[in-house]
């Protein structure tokens, strides 16, 4: 039976850089997720008798979220919905399942690298036909329907077994649940070099891969060890549980810093990989070398044809606005196209869909290229295994290469976590009303050359977005960023980037923070950052 539930609206719906992101207690206020999802529904048109794609992280809440999709997709006319078994789906997988099955878009329910559990994070994304992240129309227009939404449809049920591969029928709508792996792994299979691949680990190469809990374990068990025959063990904390462990499913230098510690330790693997919630992000080390994303992205674009996905050659590179210019050196050399977008993968849909790039990162932690339109984690892992062992180098050896052939960018970001907003706003609003009167000023020796807010104007569809970030530029290729997280749920997160470019071989083994102590001092004087957060360090340096 379907029902017509009258609902009163929440004010808060507004998705950040990566869907809608809030506590567990704010999802399960009353009406509060159907809100959201009916919201969704309404901003789209035409999908009646379409399919939609449906799966989440694991985390806390997921299945009970899965089973209100199911039923107001079949209340609101979906003809099919495509469920990932267990309610499983990392954001890549789910990307990959609507472009290949030509689903009208998926519904995908992750807080990423936020913690889970009853009292943490939990998260509804949007993606659309594309497979990516709706773009911002369609991000606002779901946050307008949210503000004046009267009632949802929702079918009357029973729970549907989402455990078993199986089809079934809710409401006259299909509903199929599929292997969350096999697609993604045949996909894998065909962009790299799995023969290569399955030579290097029978050649004794030792990989420790760490799902944190997450999301990216049964992918990785499957496509490392039972594809590849990497030892059993290679995959740790493979399963995905609801509180992620109690852990921060970040994979970064802070919260998987035992992973960065043991491919260090003597007696430890050769290489070091993790994920992070929902499977898109990545960190990769190497004994006696952690490769900072933004050389990551460097690098894959480098040594792009080494992998058979890639070997025609990449069309163009795209960065977040906050990422290194390691990329864009490569792109200069290789001579294809470099985009510069605001921080989150939305702004690399309609460049990936143009074909004017093949390959995307950021800075944080985030890699991927066309294969889908969204970071990739295991897909990174996969290349630069497979650059590896196309190169017969170890990861220090390629990216030390990599800094003499191109220099080095040095690069670090601090944030501060759970500021208040109003004091998180005041930093900057100020910086925003001194950027005129920056150019042209020396702080800490180095003279600001420029500095703007960040606004970025869509080459395909002409769309503009603005209030992406504060950019201090200066004399030299130097610069600092500011901006305000846009997936946190409590208070607000101020995030400092810093970036040299140093071209001296010589130069390059400083280590990073020293290198770049100019610079965070000089950020600090310029927004006043302890001024205003009260704080004398950040929480967590990347
Ligand atoms: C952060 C990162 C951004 C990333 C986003 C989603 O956003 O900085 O680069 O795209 O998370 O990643 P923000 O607004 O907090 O800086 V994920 O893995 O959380 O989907
Ligand atoms: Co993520």
């Known amino acids: ?220 068990k499957e496509i490392f060890e039972n594809r590849l025959g990497a030892a059993e063990g290679t995959c740790r904390n493979y399963h995905p549980l609801p509180d992620f462990g109690g852990h921060h499913p970040d994979p970064n230098l802070v919260h998987a810093k035992h992973l960065y510690d043991d491919v260090m330790s003597a007696a430890g693997p050769e290489f070091g990989a993790a994920s992070d919630g929902d499977g898109d992000r990545n960190m990769i080390v190497g004994k ?72 995307c990162g950021e800075e944080s932690f985030g890699t991927g290229s066309n294969h889908v339109r969204e970071k990739d984690g295991v897909w990174a892992v996969l290349f630069w295994l497979n650059i590896i062992a196309a190169r017969g180098e170890g990861v220090k050896e390629i990216v030390e290469k990599h800094w003499a052939a191109y220099g080095r960018n040095y690069y670090s970001r601090h944030d501060y976590e759970e500021v208040e907003s109003a004091r998180a706003n005041a930093l900057i609003d100020e910086l925003r009303g001194k950027l005129g009167s920056l150019p042209g000023t020396t702080v800490r020796g180095l003279t600001v050359e420029k500095a703007d807010d960040f606004s970025y104007h869509d080459p395909v569809d002409h769309s503009v977005s603005e209030h992406q970030g504060v950019r201090v530029l200066f004399k030299g290729g130097s610069r600092v960023v500011f901006r305000l997280s846009g997936t946190g749920t409590s208070g607000a997160t101020l995030r400092v980037y810093m970036e040299r470019y140093e071209p001296d071989p010589k130069k390059h083994d400083i280590e990073t923070q020293q290198a770049l102590a100019d610079l965070i001092a000089a950020a600090d004087d310029i927004a006043g950052i302890r001024r205003h957060t009260g704080r004398d360090r950040p929480s967590v340096i990347t």
Not at 330 to 345: D, N, Q, R, S
């Open 288 to 359: 006696g070398m952690f490769v900072t994303p933004s050389d990551s992205l460097a690098i894959i674009a480098a040594n792009a044809t080494l992998a058979p996905g890639y070997a025609r050659g990449i069309a163009g590179i795209a960065r977040s606005m906050p990422t290194s210019a390691a990329s864009d050196r490569v792109a200069e050399k290789l001579g294809v196209g470099i985009y510069e977008t605001p921080t989150g993968w939305k702004f690399f849909g309609n460049l990936l869909d143009a074909g004017k790039v093949t390959l």
């Open 1 to 220: 039976m379907i029902r017509t539930v009258a609902t009163t609206p929440y004010d808060d719906q507004k998705p950040g850089t990566s869907g809608l992101r809030k506590k567990v207690p704010v999802f399960s206020q009353e009406n509060y997720a159907e809100n959201f999802i009916q919201s969704i529904f309404d901003a789209l048109d035409g999908f009646k008798g379409k399919t939609l794609v449906l799966g989440g992280d694991g985390r806390y809440y997921n299945r009970e979220v899965i089973q209100k999709v199911l039923c107001i997709a079949a209340a609101n006319g979906f003809g099919k919905v495509m469920v990932g078994q267990g309610g499983i789906l990392s954001t890549p997988a789910a990307s990959h399942l609507i472009r290949k099955h030509k689903a009208f878009g998926g519904i995908i329910l992750s807080a990423s690298h936020n913690p889970g559990g009853p009292k943490e994070d939990f998260g509804i994304k949007y993606n659309a036909e594309n497979g990516g992240p709706a773009p911002e129309k369609i991000t606002d227009a779901i946050f307008s329907k949210s503000k004046a939404i009267k009632e949802y449809r929702i079918a009357d049920a029973p729970a549907v077994d989402i455990d078993t591969v199986s089809t079934t029928t809710l409401e006259g709508m299909t509903v199929e649940v599929v292997d969350p792996v096999k697609d993604y792994a045949e996909m894998m299979e065909g962009l790299f070099d799995f023969k290569a691949l399955r030579k290097l680990f029978e050649s004794g190469f030792r990989m420790r891969f760490d799902a944190m809990h997450a999301v990216t374990g049964p992918y990785a």
